[in-house]
């Protein structure tokens, strides 16, 4: 199996240093992250350059390999051997150079970059921003060591790694205990989530008898008998870690609170990292779920299906900004993991790499707006529009490509999901799809007309963003219109093809599940929807009035209770974990403290009733008894030595003549 993976990536397209080096991106930022810690508080930008500067050689990196890519084609892997399991299983580490490692590789580096650079402007004169430029490279980093890895041991590495900057990134602002129960909220969820992925990896790993993605791909494609119901619980286990990377209902109620992080960390982790690992590791280990778990594809599109529907009505009744794009991220995601459950691989991943761009506009789109009116809340903003026109025009951009609008990025990879689910026969979950269009554009256009329209309902007098901060927008904003050509149906740009082949580069080539012909009937549908959803929310939320209170009068019996109560999830969870955490720590007390504890001092009784036996007979009675017996002895035998040695020699002389009469004596009459 080893060799024909090797066999493999020999057979690709290599690019000689930028492949054979690319492990560089993957270290760059981890080593700001260290660099930053040692001398971050002695630089003019408390670190921000070292953190930008890493970013900057990745994006270039990045770039000439997704160009390179889109040319000719690029596969290759590097690996070291770290250790090895008896004589087979194997721990490597290095990096891996295919169609989508460079995607992700692109788009953490560039969408990085430019959130970095936004940073700089939105944490000027914040607290410990030393701090939080080390911990947003180690959060970079760490998600380039999940997507570069060539095995699962490696993803897991950056798995957790990528959990543990979160862990420090949400509760920056420690001094507000609300952060620090956002923090935990969020590692607590995905460490439960976590248990499936290493479950998983372990089963899998030993099944197939190595962790390396591209034999693991091999042997799906083998269709290896063996593997059938390993393949299956194995699969099942990591999409079960991939449910809470990825926000997946009902493990979706981290991720709003998440928002308790500086905006610039929202960003990130909404575009290019985090929430789009679980999603990146379906498509990773796609070969499994096409040719071998294919069993539980149902119950991942029925998950992603809820998630995409379900969770974005949350958004028409939250008042945070942040919070309205956090409940439209954990949607995106389930039409993503809905489409890649289905086959579409290209489908989600192409939607993945849309989204990237909006979701990071919108973010720094509202970070700009609290920067300005210094809350997060709508109800406290209004008529924006006219003191922040950049910032204005920028999220409009990013509201129309995330609604799905023509010809908007957003259009195009939210086209090729519908059009793969009503390919592979999804015709319900196609129309759902559908209807959540027309809830995107609804929540959305509730979200730009109570931010930017009407009268501005805050205090202070609010004002454009500076430079540093409206340049990105820009920067983000051109993408977002224009990125969705790169995977046209039935169109391959001259010279470089479309999306769906550069994607396609990998061991187990993976093609397209959907008609090369765009479905006008098909796309115009969801194109309708997502219209409807704009002029319905503009009837009911365009229109000022005194309050924003008033304005944001909206309300639907029933339906609306049951939002504002968020399904009740979250209640659920919170009396699970006090029914369970409450009694299982006392037990967990117990057992502590009445048999850990118990073994543990009757242990040491044991051994300090030994001990004083040891040293009370056996020593200090035995053998120094012994020692001193024998002492004693050697002392009166040389007491009694001692008195025949007087230095007479007449006394020497009659012992003499004594000593040799007896020796006569017993040689004559004895011997």
Do not use: C
């Not at 008894?625 to 040389?638: C, F, N, R």
């Amino acid at each position: 199996m080893a060799t024909e993976a090797e066999q493999a990536v020999e057979a690709g397209i290599t690019g000689g240093f930028w492949v054979d080096n690319a492990g560089i991106v993957l270290i760059l930022p981890l080593v700001a992250f260290l660099l930053i810690l040692a001398f971050g508080k002695r630089m003019k930008n408390n670190g921000a350059e070292l953190a930008i500067g890493a970013l900057a050689v990745n994006s270039v990196w990045a770039t000439v390999l997704f160009v390179m890519n889109m040319t000719s084609g690029v596969l290759g892997q590097t690996t070291f051997e770290i250790a090895r399991i008896g004589s087979d299983l194997v721990f490597e580490l290095g990096w891996v150079v295919d169609g989508l490692s460079i995607m992700m590789y692109f788009l953490v580096s560039v969408v990085g970059l430019i959130v970095f650079i936004y940073a700089v402007g939105y944490m000027h004169g914040d607290v410990r921003v030393d701090w939080f430029f080390a911990a947003f490279s180690l959060f970079a980093g760490s998600m380039l060591i999940l997507v570069g890895a060539p095995n699962l041991i490696q993803l897991i590495i950056g798995w957790e790694g990528v959990g543990l900057a979160s862990y420090f990134l949400i509760g920056f602002y420690w001094e507000d205990m609300a952060n620090v129960n956002a923090g935990n909220k969020a590692f607590m969820v995905n460490r439960l989530a976590d248990i499936g992925l290493m479950l998983g990896a372990i089963i899998l790993g030993l099944a197939i008898g190595t962790f390396d993605f591209a034999e693991m791909d091999l042997a799906a494609a083998e269709h290896v008998e063996s593997l059938g119901a390993v393949a299956v619980v194995g699969g099942a286990l990591l999409f079960f870690g991939a449910m809470g990377k990825s926000a997946q209902f009902p493990l979706h109620i981290w991720l709003p609170d998440a928002m308790a992080g500086p905006t610039p960390v929202s960003a990130l982790m909404h575009a290019a990292t985090m929430v789009t690992a679980g999603v990146y590791l379906m498509g990773r280990v796609f070969p499994l779920f096409e040719y071998l778990a294919a069993e539980i594809r149902p119950w991942m599109v029925a998950i992603g299906a809820i998630t995409l529907f379900a969770i974005g009505f949350l958004a028409l009744v939250a008042d945070d900004i942040k919070r309205v794009l956090a409940y439209s991220t954990v949607s995106q995601l389930g039409y993503m993991m809905t489409a890649v459950a289905a086959g579409g691989y290209t489908a989600g991943l192409f939607h993945l790499f849309t989204h990237a761009f909006f979701k990071a506009l919108l973010f720094l789109g509202a970070g700009s707006v609290i920067h300005a009116v210094h809350s997060n809340n709508m109800s406290d903003m209004g008529g924006l529009r006219k003191q922040m026109p950049r910032t204005y025009w920028t999220f409009v951009v990013g509201t129309l490509a995330l609604a799905g609008i023509i010809p908007f990025s957003g259009f195009w990879s939210k086209d090729e999901i519908l059009a793969t689910l009503g390919f592979e026969g999804y015709t319900a979950v196609m129309v759902i799809a559908i209807a959540g269009a027309f809830v995107t554009a609804f929540y959305m256009t509730r979200a730009v007309a109570l931010t930017f329209f009407g009268d501005y309902k805050g205090h202070g007098q609010p004002h454009e963003s500076p430079a540093i901060m409206t340049v990105p927008l820009v920067a983000l904003a051109i993408p977002s219109i224009l990125f969705g050509l790169f995977n046209v149906p039935g169109w391959h740009i001259p010279g470089i093809g479309n999306f769906s082949e550069w994607l396609a580069v990998r061991v187990v080539p993976m093609g397209d599940h959907h008609p090369e012909a765009i479905d006008l009937a098909l796309a115009g549908s969801g194109l309708l929807a997502a219209v409807l959803g704009i002029v319905v929310g503009w009837v009911i939320w365009g229109k000022d009035r005194e309050t924003q209170a008033e304005r944001d009068r909206f309300d639907i019996p029933v339906l609306y209770p049951l939002l504002h109560n968020k399904y009740y999830i979250d209640d659920l969870a919170d009396g699970i974990t006090a029914g369970t955490m409450g009694p299982l720590a006392r037990f967990t007390n117990w057992v502590n403290d009445y048999v850990i504890d118990g073994v543990v001092n009757g242990v040491a009784i044991m051994t300090r009733g030994l001990g004083s036996f040891v040293y009370g007979v056996v020593d200090q009675r035995g053998v120094d008894g012994v020692i001193h017996g024998l002492g004693a002895g050697a002392d009166g035998a040389g007491s009694a030595l001692r008195k025949w040695q007087t230095g007479r020699i007449q006394q020497y002389a009659a012992s003499f003549v004594a000593g040799a009469l007896v020796l006569i004596v017993l040689f004559v009459f004895v011997i």
